[in-house]
C-alpha cells in the first residue's frame, strides 16, 4: 500500500509562482511512477505532468514551459514548481502514485487559485 499527501497550494496572484509537494508512504519501493493532476470546476480531471524513476517527465502541453515536475531519489517526495501562473490554472491538484503491482494512489488534492 501507498499513500500520498499534497501541499502547498494556495492563492497567487497571475504571473506568479507556487511549489506544490506530495509525499509518499508505505511501500515506496513499488512507485514506478508519480503524476500531478488538476481539476477545474466543471471540467474532466487532466494530467499535468509525470516522472518515472530514471527522472523522465512528460507535461501537458498547457503547462509546457511553465512547470517542473521532480522526485527525489527514493520517489517519497515529488515537487511541482509552477511558474507564470495563469487564471486557467486554478483547479485542485491531486498527485497520484502508479505502482507495479497496478494501483493507482490518489491524494486528497490541494487548492491553487489564481487571481489578482
Known amino acids: 500500500q501507498v499513500q500520498v499527501v499534497e501541499s502547498g497550494g494556495g492563492l497567487v496572484q497571475p504571473g506568479g509562482s507556487l511549489r506544490l509537494s506530495c509525499a509518499a508512504s508505505?511501500?515506496?519501493?513499488?512507485?514506478?511512477?508519480m503524476n500531478w493532476f488538476r481539476q477545474a470546476p466543471g471540467k474532466q480531471r487532466e494530467l499535468v505532468a509525470d516522472?518515472?524513476?530514471?527522472?523522465?517527465?512528460n507535461y501537458a502541453d498547457s503547462v509546457k514551459g511553465r512547470f517542473t515536475i521532480s522526485a527525489d531519489n527514493a520517489m517519497n517526495w515529488v515537487y511541482l514548481q509552477m511558474s507564470s501562473l495563469k487564471p486557467e490554472d486554478t483547479a485542485v491538484y491531486y498527485c497520484?502514485?502508479?505502482?507495479?503491482?497496478?494501483?493507482?494512489?490518489w491524494g486528497q488534492g490541494t487548492q491553487v487559485t489564481v487571481s489578482s
Open positions: 508505505g511501500n515506496i519501493f513499488s512507485i514506478y511512477r
Open positions: 497520484r502514485a502508479d505502482t507495479t503491482n497496478g494501483m493507482r494512489n
Open positions: 516522472i518515472n524513476r530514471s527522472g523522465s517527465a
